[in-house]
C-alpha cells in the first residue's frame, strides 16, 4: 500500500505548491540547475531561449523556460546543508506524491539535478579560475545522519574510510558519497569541459571557523585546514571545500535522483589567491554548462 502522507509532514500551499519553494508539481521538468546565491538565478535564465514562470518566495528563487526547445529550470537554495534538505525534499515530493492524495506515487521520476556554485581550492595543483566537478564529497554535517545516511560501501572500502576518520579531530566523523556516473561522464566527454577537474569535495557546516577562516573567536582547530588537505581517500585527497554539495549527493543516492556538483574554483587556500574577476568565472561556467545542456 502506498505511503500516506499527513499534512504536517508534507504541507501543502493552498495554491497547491509545496511549502517552501512554492512550486506546483506541473512546473517541475527533468533537468533542473541549482545555484545558492538567489541573484544568481537570473544569471542563469537570462540563457534561457524562453523564459515562462517566475516564483520568489523567501531565499529560493526558481525560474522555469525552454532551452533548445525543451523545458529546463533554475533554482536557488540559499546557502548550507539544512536549506539543501528543503530543497531535495521538496523537489522530490513535487515529483514523486501525489499532491490530490497525499500518497507515494508507484512510478518515480528520476531528475537530472546540476549545481553550479563557486568553491575554494585547498591543494595547489587546483588553480585559481578552473573548474571542477566533484566526483565525490566528504561530509561534515551531520544533517545526513538523521536520515541513516551511511558513506556508500559500493562506492568506498570500509578500510579507507576508517583510516580517513582515525585522521580527524576527535569526536569529527563524517560520510562519503560519489556524484552521478552517468552526469559526470556526460559532462566530462563534452568537448566545452576538455580542461575540467575532477575532484573529491568537502562540505563544511559552516563557512568561517569549519573552513580554517579565523576571525575574533580562537579555533578549536587551527590546523584543521592543512590537516584535512593531506588525508587520503581511495587514492585522492580532497580538492576543494564549499556548503553543500555532500549533502546533495547524499539525497541524491537516498531519493533516487542524478545529480552533480559544477565547481568555479575562486580561492585557492593554500596560496591565498583570490580570483580577479570572480563574477566572470561563474558566468563562463554558467554558459559553457548550458551549452552541454543545449546540445544534449
Known sequence: ?????????L?????????HLNIRPEQIPDTIILVGDPDRVELVSRYFDQITAKVHKREFVSHFGKLNHKDIAVISSGI?????????????????????TRQEKTTKRRLNLIRIGTSGSIQENVPVDSYLLSNSAIGLDNLAFFYGFKSQINDFNRKDLDIFEENLPAGMSIYAVKCSEKLAHFFFNHSEFQQLISGMTLTTPGFYAPQGRQMRINLTYPHFLNEISSIYLSGQSCSNMEMETATYYAFAKLLGHEMISLNAILANRKTNVFSKNPEKQVDTLIQMTLKVLRES
Open 1 to 9: 500500500m502506498p505511503l500516506h502522507f499527513s499534512d504536517t509532514d
Open 11 to 19: 504541507i501543502i500551499n493552498p495554491d497547491g505548491s509545496s511549502y
Open 80 to 100: 548550507g546543508p539544512d536549506n539543501v534538505e528543503i530543497v531535495m525534499t521538496e523537489l522530490d515530493a513535487l515529483v514523486n506524491i501525489d499532491f490530490s
